[in-house]
T-cell receptor
Framework: DADVTQTPRNRITKTGKRIMLECSQT?????MYWYRQDPGLGLRLIYY???????NKGEISDGYSVSRQAQAKFSLSLESAIPNQTALYFC???????????FGPGTRLTVL | RKEVEQDPGPFNVPEGATVAFNCTYS??????FFWYRQDCRKEPKLLMS???SGNEDGRFTAQLNRASQYISLLIRDSKLSDSATYLC??????????FGAGTRLTVKP
C-alpha cells in the first residue's frame, strides 16, 4: 500500500465551485505539505503543517485553505476555483530529523 | 530572478554517455540541497542529498559549491531507465524547500 495517498486523482470542475483535495499518510510523519506543479515553474509550496495545531502559509497560499484533521490527514480546499488553479497538486510528508520529502501520487485538477 | 534555476533541457544522450546538470540558487543562507527525480506524470522521489564535500551513489555524483551557489549532478554510463526530469531542491531554512523547474533527460539506445 502507498505511504502517501491523495484523493481524487483527477478532477474537472467549473469556475466558482468549492473543491477539496485530501491527503492521507501512514508514515507517521508530523510534517505535511501541499504543493502545486505547473509546467516550467517547478513545485511551489502552498501550505505546510508541522503538527495538528500548526498551519503555515507557503509561497502561494492565496485562494487556498487547509485543514489538518489528524496527524495522518491534511486537506487542501479551493473555496472558489478559478482557471489559473488548474495544475498538478502534490501532498508530501517529511520526518523532523531528515529533510527527505515523500510525495503522494498527485491530483490533476482542471478548472474550466 | 528565480530562487532555484535549472537548465530545462531537454538533454538527449546516447546510452553510456556521461551527462551533467547544474543548478544555481540565490539565497546564500540555504542550508541543505537535494536532487529529486520525477518520471512523467509521477511524483518526485529523492535521488540523493548533496553534501558539502560532494557525494557519490553508484553512477551518480553530486557536488555543492557554496561560494558560487550552485550544485551539480553527474550521471555516468547513462541507462535508458535514467530518462526522467531531475529536480534541484534547496532548503532555505528548516521550513522552506524551493524546487527548480527541472531538467529533462532522455537517454536513447
Amino acid at each position: 500500500d502507498a505511504d502517501v495517498t491523495q484523493t481524487p486523482r483527477n478532477r474537472i470542475t467549473k469556475t466558482g465551485k468549492r473543491i477539496m483535495l485530501e491527503c492521507s499518510q501512514t508514515k507517521g510523519h508530523d510534517r505535511m505539505y501541499w504543493y502545486r506543479q505547473d509546467p516550467g515553474l517547478g513545485l511551489r509550496l502552498i501550505y505546510y503543517s508541522f503538527d495538528v495545531k500548526d498551519i503555515n502559509k507557503g509561497e502561494i497560499s492565496d485562494g487556498y485553505s487547509v485543514s489538518r484533521q489528524a496527524q495522518a490527514k491534511f486537506s487542501l480546499s479551493l473555496e472558489s476555483a478559478i482557471p489559473n488553479q488548474t495544475a498538478l497538486y502534490f501532498c508530501a510528508t517529511s520526518d523532523e530529523r531528515y529533510n527527505e520529502q515523500f510525495f503522494g501520487p498527485g491530483t490533476r485538477l482542471t478548472v474550466l | 530572478r528565480k530562487e532555484v534555476e535549472q537548465d530545462p533541457g531537454p538533454f538527449n544522450v546516447p546510452e553510456g554517455a556521461t551527462v551533467a546538470f547544474n543548478c544555481t540558487y540565490s539565497n546564500s543562507a540555504s542550508q541543505s540541497f537535494f536532487w529529486y527525480r520525477q518520471d512523467c506524470r509521477k511524483e518526485p522521489k529523492l535521488l540523493m542529498s548533496v553534501y558539502s564535500s560532494g557525494n557519490e551513489d553508484g553512477r551518480f555524483t553530486a557536488q555543492l559549491n557554496r561560494a558560487s551557489q550552485y550544485i551539480s549532478l553527474l550521471i555516468r554510463d547513462s541507462k535508458l531507465s535514467d530518462s526522467a526530469t531531475y529536480l534541484c531542491v534547496v532548503n532555505i531554512n528548516n521550513n522552506d524547500m524551493r524546487f527548480g523547474a527541472g531538467t529533462r533527460l532522455t537517454v536513447k539506445p
